[in-house]
Every structure is written in structure tokens, then in C-alpha cells.
């Protein structure tokens, strides 16, 4: 597609459920981001792919919260028994290659999750 | 560490008004610096970005340059529209290791009439 595509574009879910968030990036780009905004926050990094590496975990904030990339494209990012304090803007990016290398990250506009 | 220091918000100013959101950042390394723009019910777009010291990023009538003797990287605008009403985030990636990009709070500004 055009951009990065995201779904749910809104989700409510009750505390103690589990959910899956879906991110297309744009085609051909070989680098995914998952980042998570939250009320007042900046942007939290949370997971990168990048081509068939193994990915950087390094910003999840519990064994809760896991990612998979299929087939080099679409991702799921998944959350576990879902908490309050986990309610939030997930926000899916996607670049050609590694956006420190001066190629420009592109952004979803994001899953906004509450959980109640 | 890395980390962003953003101006706290929100800002309110008049249409032409001139704009300053300040940024000043922490890095490891050489980092780049960046400035994304999130308008009401859209993704984070890329404003403008530099990759070096005394690098000016400009884009849409927004300038910033990347000081490093002040680790700032200031975003500017001699004349806002209504249209420019939007949050800004100043951001910056550590091309030492990091694959990813360190976020400021973001700043909403408000442009009225």
C-alpha cells in the first residue's frame, strides 16, 4: 500500500485478555519498528526488525509483550494478559533499511488500546 | 544514555506569529536529529532532519539546525498558519548501534485566527 497500515485502529479490551496488533508495512521496506506512545509520553521504543535478522527485543517492557514479522512483511505485535498501565498508541513504522542510516522511518497512525 | 529534551507545551500562537520549539538532546555518539510532526488524526510524518553538526534541515517553512556545541536542534518558523497546528516531536537516532529512534514528549502547538 500507499503507507504503513495498522489494525485495530481502536481496541477495548478487558484487563487479564490478550491482544494482537497488525501492522503492514509499506512494500519493500525491510525495516519494521513497533513503538508505544502513552498519555503525556514520548515515544517508547519497543521492537525492530530488520530482514531476516534476529529482531532488537531490547525495548519490551515485560515477558507479556512479544512481536513476530512474517515472511519479511506484515507484524503482529501481541500482548498478554493485558493491564491498565499497558493502554496506549501503538505505532508501527516501517524504512527502507536502518532509519539510523539516514533513510526516513515512516509511520502508521497507530492502534489506540484501552484496556478497562 | 540517549535521550531528548523537548519544550513542554502546549503553545498557543497567533496566525504569523513566530515559532520556536526548543530541543536539546543527550547522545552516546554522532547522533542524527529529526523533527516529526503529528497532525490531528494522522501518523508521525518526518518534518525535516540532519545528519551532522551545523546541518540546517528545512522543510515547509521550517528550519532547525543541529548545534552541537549546545546539543540543541531548535525548530523555527518565522510565520505560522492555522494549518501548522499539530504535535511535534524532536527525535534523534545514535548511528553508533542503535537501530531506532529516541523520542521527546512532544509539543502541541495551537495556531488560531
Known amino acids: 500500500g500507499a503507507g504503513v497500515s495498522q489494525s485495530p485502529s481502536n481496541k477495548v479490551t478487558e484487563k487479564g485478555k490478550d491482544v494482537e496488533l497488525r501492522c503492514d508495512p509499506i512494500?519493500?521496506?525491510?525495516?519494521l519498528y513497533w513503538y508505544r506512545q502513552s498519555l503525556g509520553q514520548g515515544l517508547e521504543f519497543l521492537i525492530y526488525?530488520?530482514?531476516?535478522?534476529?529482531?532488537?527485543k531490547s525495548g519490551l517492557p515485560s515477558d507479556r509483550f512479544s512481536a513476530e514479522r512474517t515472511g519479511g512483511s506484515v507484524s503482529t505485535l501481541t500482548i498478554q494478559r493485558t493491564q491498565q498501565e499497558d493502554s496506549a498508541v501503538y505505532l508501527c513504522a516501517s524504512s527502507l533499511g536502518q532509519g539510523n542510516s539516514g533513510n526516513t522511518i515512516y509511520f502508521g497512525e497507530g492502534s489506540w488500546l484501552t484496556v478497562v | 544514555g540517549n535521550s531528548v529534551t523537548q519544550m513542554e507545551g502546549p503553545v498557543t500562537l497567533s496566525e504569523e506569529a513566530f515559532l520556536t520549539i526548543n530541543c536539546t538532546y543527550t547522545a552516546t555518539g554522532y547522533p542524527s536529529l529529526f523533527w516529526y510532526v503529528q497532525y490531528p488524526g494522522e501518523g508521525l510524518q518526518l518534518l525535516l532532519k540532519a545528519t551532522k553538526a551545523d546541518d540546517k534541515g528545512s522543510n515547509k517553512g521550517f528550519e532547525a539546525t543541529y548545534r552541537k556545541e549546545t546539543t540543541s536542534f531548535h525548530l523555527e518558523k518565522g510565520s505560522v498558519q492555522v494549518s501548522d497546528s499539530a504535535v511535534y516531536f524532536c527525535a534523534l537516532s545514535d548511528r553508533s548501534g542503535a537501530n531506532n529512534l529516541f523520542f521527546g514528549t512532544g509539543t502541541r502547538l495551537t495556531v488560531i485566527p
Open positions: 526488525f530488520q530482514g531476516n535478522s534476529a529482531p532488537d
Open positions: 512494500s519493500g521496506h525491510t525495516a
